[in-house]
Every structure is written in structure tokens, then in C-alpha cells.
């Protein structure tokens, strides 16, 4: 491939990978991970007074350079050992994380040593491939978060073990019972009826009427078990002995690891059901006035557990929440028959032959057994895993559309205004410079009685500042700003400027108009007009300005108020990070804000390196990063290959100095840092420092220097060489991986000032208006993803509503070979061909057919 498609081509596939990111293996097994809560891995310890060098390895790491695609990178027993040891579980972590997730065993083996060595996901995304089987962000956040809830689980199991042993309850049956429960559910299940506070349960009482004897001895030797001799104070009859008896065998049973195991596959082979209705409470309340309708769907719903849908299922747990809708799971009674016939004939058979009567009590402890605990056991399980898998489901569609709105191409080179309409308190407009830097605000009332002479003020003003470019907000009066521009420029009001005009999401921009960050950045403006500010940048520099906002206020999730708080703000914190990182921040011009989502750096990092860039000046080098506050050798590591040293942006050189900041611990005095201050071109490539010396044997080898990085002449030197060697070839020469060197030949063949963005779409500026009146069922159009759900695509058409492309019409063959497998291949920022199916002008609803997605 490499000698066929050159670097161009190669360059394009390496970043888009981690955007339209195929389904793995790891989403069909999705809805076996376990349902366990997070588990925060240890923050990074600053040593500042480590080595920086790149160059040798580390001796406490794992040398990875020669590892292959396929293989691992080391020997696994040692490190598998040793997280066995320190969890204290009986089952081995790294086969239990492999089975989980679907993944390489190796490769998951390998994923633990680098998160656990601090390693941030995009760092091991981009510069561990070989370790991680080139597996993208998801993938890897997916084994990040099951590893973190089985440590959590092994916490919480220790925690339950010494509970208990205070208690002094635990045995050493009960104990290794509890080491090997594989999650949440399971070791709540064992721990349950020892918890304090909860009442003894019946298992509980009999034993401590001294009857576990006798119900070892009705397995072991039942025909020397007379239940007559058991009789005593608080045992008057032999129907309670019996009694008794039956429900220590039921405990019995119903904590048996392989009695569970063989009950869950009687349920897979049969048809288990969700079932959903009115509640009793919710009728009685109806009568008072209490409207359910938007629960109408599943007041009366059954559906497979297999078959249902997750916004189904949240929209079903919102339901019981709010009292509305009484669930439950139907289990067919054939697996009832089938257990009590397994149990009565193999795994809970006596020994030797039971008299009747006690066959008759083995049988009704079977039967007590599955009723009372196994059942309700199975239901809150299966209601579990629905949930979990919903959730997951729910936060990953979150992640999706926040990674595509993140990465929306920026329009640059432009001057742009922005516009917050409104009706009473006026239209706020802001024009921007293509840098961003605001050149004029003012409030117009376009929907008074004025309108003709604010008409002729806004053309001054777009005349003035030669502006082309409108962005409108979609809040109140949006359509009706949007006609008046559309008839504005009909009329050639702005002649002989070429205006154009776009509807862009105004979500979040109230908020963070008064937001701390909105009040530093713009002291002096009205809040009403950073938000016209706001939404003009989110066009010019999407990425950029919606950092500064709330994930959760972009307004492009579903059900985000019904999912894990934590889970969700972990998995959005991350995607931010990962497109910030990817992308790349000019630390010379970036913002505060936008340089804490880098990979390895937070908000004092950010604040120190923004301090030393307003005491020292610009930086010239990355280099000039390890004399920041703060930034340990760690830090430099995850953060550097994700910082760019721009030439327009980049301060002056000057003699090499030895600069010197203090150490990390005391008594070590000063740490004496060499740093050079002159400008090295690789600084504003993808390329890390720890392959810059790879770099240059490389440009040694094609005949190249790094000053022309980006140039014709270097990208065509460098496509010859691939034409004459393979990439595997010319690795073993320069003495590294493959993955390393093609990242080293994106590096240098990308053009100056590369924006991995730029091959994605913009906002869509247009000169008329259709309107929802024009619509008729069969008509052709183009528009764009707005949003997408767990049950379909939104797409603005451009006539003032979205339309519905239901999910059962994105179907494969109208997709892109790259996006057939994902689970709901759109995402917003997509441009689409689609065909209206129907119009309901009296709701307002649309719906779509696709056609096509457009490349």
C-alpha cells in the first residue's frame, strides 16, 4: 500500500482513523462487560529532576520499537502475575479484561502497562501503535474503562472481606466465594444478606438453630438423617426442622457459582422479555390531571431482551423513575422445569438414595430456591445489563457527535459576523476578523418598525469592515432573521459584496456569555454580545471555542440526564482531549483554555506555561517546555508531540543558555537544565522529540534536510525512496518501527501549517431559503447532519426543521465502504442526499430517506 498510494495518501488515512472509526470486535461484546462503577487511576507524580533524554530507553520500561502489528511486545506472565497479586482475585485479570472486551490478550496486557505507567490515551494512540495493535481512541478508552471497574470491583471485594471479618461472619468457603465474583451484581448477591441493617435472613435463622448440620448430612448421608432427633426449643415440630432445612439448602443453591452459570444458559436458549405498563399510581393519578402520553409506546410493551433498543430501555428506566411504568423481566416457566430437573438429578442429587420425605424437602428447597432468590436474582441482572449496555450505547453516540462538531472545518481567511437574533431586545451582531480579534459590535432591531432604516445600517456596516460571511444562531427568530437576510441579498442590498449567509447551533452560548472565562476573555462587553461573538467563532475556529463550553450544553446528546454523571463526563473530557491533541495547539497563539485539554497538561500546567510565555516571550522550541512550572519529564512526554512551534508565530533566537529551575524533592539542590533556543522545523510537525534522531537518519538516507518541511521537493525525495524500499525495509535501516517511521513520513510530507480538519466539511453558507411549504413526498435534497440518536439522524434541509432519517433506513449499501460497520454510521457535520417520505405540516415533522452519504 505504502508503494502503491505514496504519503499523501497515507497521511489522510492516519488521521481520519480515529474519527470515522469503524466498529470493532469490542462493540459486539459491549453487552457482556460487567455494570461496575469507575475507578480513577493514580495522578502523575512530578520528578522534575528525571532525565529528558529520548534517545536510550528507559531501564523501568518495556522496549517496544521492534514490536510487529499482531505479536506482543514482551513476555506477559510477569506483569500478569503481578496484577493478580495485587488484586487478590481468583480469576486472572488480563483473560478477564480480554474476554470482555474482545481484545488481543497482549494487547490488553499492554494497555494496562500504559495507563498504568500515566500514559494519556491520545499519547498511545499516536505513538504506541505497535503496543496497541493499532487499535483507535475508543477502542482504547473501552479496555481503559472495564479494567477501571474490575480494579473497582476488586477494591469493593476487599472492602466486603474485611467487613465481614470484623463482623466475624467470613469463612474461607464465603471468602472465595466473594474472590471470585466478576462483578457488581454477583458480589452484592453473595453480600447481601450479611449487610448490617438488613434483617437475618431465613438461611441465617436455621443455622443458627444449629440446622447446616443436617442439611450437610441430607446431601452426604440421607439415610441416616431422622429429623426427630433435631427437635428442640424454637424447633417444636418436625415440619419446622424440615422448614428449616429447606431454606439453608436454598442459600445453598442459590450461591453456587455453577448453579448460576447453568440458569444463565437456560436463559439464553429461551425467549426472556422486558415488559412495561401504566402503574397503578400513575392511573390514579391520571384522573387528577397527570398527563403520561409522552410514555404512550410503552404502556404496554413487551419486546426481547435481546431485541430491544437502548433508547427503549432508558426511555423505559425514565419511566419507572418518574412512577409512570411498573417493569419487569418474564423468564419462561420451561426454565424453571429444566432447573429444578438438573438440580434434583445431577448437581444437587444425595449422594445415596433419599427416603421420601427427604426428597420431597431437597425438591421444595430447589423450588424455594429459584422463586425467592435465583429469579429475582436473574431479573435485577438482565435489568442491569440492559442498562449498562444502554448507557454505554448512549455516551458513545455522545462522544460521536461531540468528536464531529469538535472537528468541523474552521473557515478561515474570512471576515465573519455573527448574529444572536431576537425580537424585542434586538439582533446582537459581532464582526470578527479572520483572526478572531472582534472589530465591531452593536445591537439592530431587524423585526421592529425600523426595519427599513436598520437595514441600511447593517449594509454600511458590511460595506465598511468588507464582510461576506453571516453566521446566525438557530434560537428565537432565527427563520424570521434568516428571511430577512435571504431577501436582502435578493435584492442586491449589499451589491457589490458576494454575502452568504449560515444557521449554526447556538447551544451553550448563553451560558457561557457569563461564564468566568467569557468575563476574563471580554471584560468589557455585554454578555448579550458574547454570545454573537461566540457563535461567529464557532464557524471561524469550531474546536477552539467550544472548548470553552460544557460538553453537556452543545445540546447533542440523548438521554444525558439518565446515564452515569461520572461515566459520561469521563468519556467527553476524553474525546475533547483526543481532538484537541490530534489537531494541535500553536503554543504561541492558543489560549489558556484551549491548551488544558492537550494530552498531559490541566489547568495549573496550562496557567504556568501561558505565564511563562507572557515573562519570557514567545516560545522558540519545545524544548523551552521543560523550564515550565510544573512540567515533569512525564508531562514533556505526553504533552510535546502535540504542541506546535509555528515560524509566523515563534520568538526570536538567541545564544544557547543554561537555564535552571528547582527540583522536585529537597535536598537536591538546583536541576540544571541545557536547553537549546534555536528553532528545529520538526517542531511544528506530528513528529515526538523521542524520533527526532530517527528523523534525521531518515533525511539522510533520501537526501533531504529539515529546513524545506513540507516541500515539494522533500515530499517528492521521500515518495521516490518509498517507491524504491518498502516501509519495512527502511525501518530496519534507521532502526525503529514502522509505525514510528510512517508517522515520521506523514511528518515531513504534510504541508506547512496541515490542519487534519481541513478534510472535513464547513458550515454551509447559502443566498435563499426554502421553506417547509415547498416540501412535497419524492423531492430530492441535500443537507446536513444535525444531530444524531440512538434511533435515527437529524438533518437540517435548510426549510426551518429538521427532518428524521429513522435508523432502519441507514442501511449499508448508502454508506461509504469506511463507515458500514459502525452502529449508526452518521454523525453531525455530514453532508447527505436524502428524500422526503413524508410532510406533517401540522406537527412540523419530517421525514427523510437517505440516499447517499457525501464524500
Not at 419511566?319 to 448437581?347: A, H, M, Q, Y
Not at 449594509?459 to 460571511?469: A, F, G
Not at 432519517?805 to 463507515?819: A, E, M
Amino acid at each position: 500500500m505504502a508503494n502503491k498510494s505514496g504519503p499523501s495518501n497515507r497521511v489522510k488515512e492516519e488521521r481520519v482513523s480515529f474519527i470515522v472509526s469503524e466498529a470493532t470486535e469490542t462493540d459486539k461484546c459491549s453487552s457482556e462487560g460487567s455494570s461496575l462503577s469507575g475507578f480513577k487511576l493514580k495522578k502523575e507524580e512530578q520528578v522534575e529532576d528525571e532525565d529528558f533524554t529520548f534517545d536510550e530507553p528507559c531501564p523501568k520500561k518495556q522496549k517496544t520499537s521492534r514490536a510487529c502489528l499482531g505479536h506482543p511486545t514482551f513476555s506477559p506472565s510477569s506483569a500478569a502475575q503481578t496484577l493478580r497479586n495485587e488484586l487478590n482475585m481468583n480469576w486472572d485479570l488480563i483473560e478477564l479484561l480480554s474476554n470482555l472486551t474482545c481484545v488481543e490478550r497482549w494487547v490488553c496486557e499492554n494497555i494496562i502497562m500504559l495507563l498504568r505507567e500515566d500514559n494519556t490515551v491520545p499519547f498511545v494512540v499516536r505513538y504506541r501503535k505497535d503496543m496497541i495493535n493499532h487499535m483507535d481512541a475508543d477502542s482504547v478508552r473501552d479496555v481503559q474503562l472495564v479494567y477501571q471497574e474490575l480494579c473497582s470491583l476488586a477494591k469493593k471485594t476487599q472492602s466486603v472481606i474485611q467487613t465481614l471479618k470484623k463482623d466475624g461472619v467470613l469463612t474461607t468457603d464465603l471468602e472465595q466465594t466473594l474472590r471470585s465474583c466478576r462483578s457488581v451484581d454477583e458480589l452484592d448477591h453473595v453480600y447481601a444478606p450479611y449487610k448490617k441493617g438488613s434483617k437475618l435472613t431465613k438461611a441465617r435463622r436455621a443455622k443458627a438453630l444449629g440446622l447446616e448440620v443436617a442439611a450437610s448430612a441430607l446431601m452426604e448421608t440421607p439415610q441416616t438423617l431422622d429429623l426427630r432427633k433435631w427437635l428442640k426449643p424454637g424447633l417444636s415440630s418436625v415440619e419446622e426442622v424440615a422448614t428449616g432445612v429447606e431454606h439453608i439448602l436454598a442459600d445453598m443453591i442459590a450461591k453456587d457459582p455453577e448453579t448460576l452459570t447453568h440458569v444463565k444458559t437456560l436463559c439464553e436458549n429461551c425467549p426472556v422479555t422486558i415488559q412495561s405498563s401504566v402503574s397503578k399510581a400513575a392511573l390514579k393519578e391520571k384522573v387528577q390531571g397527570k398527563d403520561i402520553d409522552k410514555f404512550q409506546l410503552y404502556c404496554d410493551f413487551t419486546c426481547n431482551i435481546h431485541r430491544i433498543q437502548p433508547h427503549q430501555t432508558l426511555a423505559i428506566n425514565r419511566g419507572e423513575s418518574l412512577k409512570i411504568l411498573t417493569v419487569k423481566v418474564n423468564i419462561p416457566d420451561r426454565v424453571k422445569s429444566d432447573f429444578s430437573r438438573w438440580c434434583l438429578n445431577s448437581r444437587w442429587r444425595p449422594k445415596t438414595m433419599p427416603r421420601e420425605e427427604h426428597h420431597l424437602i431437597l425438591k421444595n428447597a430447589v423450588d424455594d430456591s429459584y422463586k425467592r432468590l435465583i429469579q429475582p436474582f436473574l431479573s435485577r441482572s438482565y435489568r442491569t445489563k440492559l442498562t449498562s449496555a444502554a448507557e454505554k450505547e448512549s455516551i458513545a453516540m455522545f462522544v460521536r457527535n461531540l468528536r464531529q462538531r469538535l472537528l468541523a472545518g474552521p473557515v478561515r481567511g474570512s471576515i465573519i459576523m455573527g448574529v444572536d437574533p431576537g425580537y424585542k431586545h434586538g439582533c446582537k451582531l459581532a464582526i470578527l476578523s479572520p483572526t478572531s480579534q472582534i472589530l465591531h459590535t452593536d445591537i439592530f432591531y431587524l423585526h421592529a418598525s425600523s426595519q427599513q432604516r436598520e437595514a441600511e445600517k447593517l449594509r454600511y456596516l458590511m460595506s465598511k469592515y468588507s464582510c461576506t460571511k453571516v453566521v446566525i444562531g438557530n434560537g428565537t427568530a432565527c427563520r424570521e432573521t434568516e428571511s430577512l437576510f435571504a431577501d436582502l441579498i435578493s435584492r442586491g442590498n449589499f451589491h457589490p459584496l458576494d454575502v452568504s449567509y449560515c444557521i449554526t447551533n447556538e447551544a451553550g452560548a448563553s451560558i457561557y456569555s457569563v461564564s468566568p472565562e467569557a468575563v476574563k476573555e471580554m471584560p468589557d462587553l455585554d454578555p448579550n454580545l458574547r454570545s454573537a461573538v461566540s457563535i461567529a467563532r464557532r464557524v471561524q475556529d469550531p474546536l477552539a471555542e467550544l472548548v470553552k463550553i460544557d460538553p453537556k450544553h452543545i445540546g447533542i446528546g440523548t438521554y444525558q440526564h439518565d446515564v452515569s454523571t461520572s461515566a459520561l463526563k469521563a468519556a467527553l473530557d476524553g474525546v475533547v482531549q483526543e481532538c484537541v491533541s490530534f489537531v494541535g495547539v500553536d503554543i504561541n497563539m492558543c489560549s489558556e483554555t484551549l491548551m488544558r485539554h492537550v494530552a498531559g497538561l490541566n489547568v495549573g500546567r496550562a496557567r504556568s506555561i501561558a505565564e511563562w510565555r507572557e515573562q519570557n516571550g514567545p516560545f522558540i522550541n519545545r524544548e523551552q517546555l521543560k523550564l515550565v512550572k510544573g512540567m515533569g519529564p512525564k508531562t514533556y512526554q505526553q504533552c510535546a508531540g502535540f504542541i506546535r512551534i509555528n515560524p509566523q508565530t515563534r520568538g526570536v533566537s538567541i545564544q544557547p543558555v543554561l537555564l535552571s529551575k528547582a527540583a522536585a524533592k529537597k535536598g537536591k539542590g538546583k536541576a540544571v537544565i541545557s536547553v537549546s533556543t534555536s528553532f528545529n522545523p520538526l517542531d511544528q510537525t506530528c513528529i515526538h522529540p523521542e524520533s527526532y534522531h530517527v528523523a534525521q537518519r531518515f533525511l539522510s538516507i533520501v537526501g533531504g534536510s529539515t529546513d524545506p518541511i513540507g516541500s515539494s521537493q522533500l515530499r517528492q525525495r521521500v515518495e521516490n525512496k518509498l517507491r524504491s524500499s518498502s516501509m519495512e525495509e527502511l525501518a530496519k535501516t534507521v532502526d525503529t518501527s514502522t509505525e514510528t517511521l510512517q508517522l515520521i513520513t506523514d511528518g515531513l510530507t504534510q504541508p506547512p501549517g496541515f490542519d487534519i480538519r481541513q478534510n472535513f466539511g464547513q458550515a454551509d453558507f447559502k443566498q435563499g431559503i426554502v421553506s417547509m411549504s415547498d416540501l412535497q413526498v419524492g423531492t430530492v435534497l441535500t443537507g446536513r447532519v444535525d444531530n444524531t440518536a440512538l434511533f435515527g439522524a437529524f438533518v437540517d434541509i435548510g426549510v426551518g426543521r429538521s427532518g428524521l432519517i429513522h435508523k432502519s433506513n441507514i442501511t449499508p449499501d448508502k454508506l461509504p465502504v469506511n463507515q458500514r460497520r459502525r452502529s449508526l454510521a452518521l454523525g453531525p457535520g455530514e453532508r447527505v442526499e436524502v428524500r422526503v417520505l413524508n410532510v406533517d405540516h401540522q406537527r412540523g415533522r419530517i421525514g427523510l430517506d437517505l440516499i447517499r452519504v457525501l464524500q
